[in-house]
């Protein structure tokens, strides 16, 4: 009697290691998609902070007395190459050289082409960009 006692005993565990195989088989890609996901969301919050930043740095440059577009441009190009992106678009309105008068309000668009800057995982963003505006008064 004893020992078929302990045969049902692993007859039973074995049938639970099997629930187990079958719970992690349906929860794990669910746990995957939620991380890949997770992952793809964070790189997308990076770009987009990657893009106020550099746009609020190259409308600092483009509003200080004496400061041009080309300095400008070269201030967004330099943030956003220390944080490993290179396909940007950069737009100062109006266009600014060292005559553009103190009070005139500039504009810099800074938009961050997200299929050419993304991670080999995309769910989420699927050719579109990320675009930050900072508006300042040249001083």
Do not use: C, W
């Not at 930043?53 to 190009?77: D, I, M, N, P």
């Not at 600014?96 to 309000?105: A, D, F, H, V, Y």
């Amino acid at each position: 009697m004893r020992h078929r006692r302990v045969l049902k005993f692993n007859a039973q565990n074995h049938s639970r290691r099997g629930g187990a195989m079958v719970e992690f088989a349906v929860f794990l890609p669910l746990v995957l998609s939620l991380l890949l996901m997770s992952i793809e969301a964070a790189n997308g919050i990076y770009m987009r902070q990657a893009a106020t930043t550099a746009a609020y740095e190259g409308a600092r440059v483009a509003t200080a007395s004496g400061g041009t577009q080309a300095s400008a441009e070269l201030r967004v190009k330099e943030i956003l190459n220390a944080r490993g992106i290179t396909k940007y678009d950069v737009d100062v309105t109006p266009a600014i050289n060292s005559s553009t008068l103190r009070g005139t309000e500039i504009s810099m668009r800074v938009r961050v082409i997200e299929k050419d800057n993304r991670l080999p995982i995309n769910f989420l963003f699927k050719g579109g960009y990320f675009e930050s505006t900072i508006r300042m008064i040249r001083l």
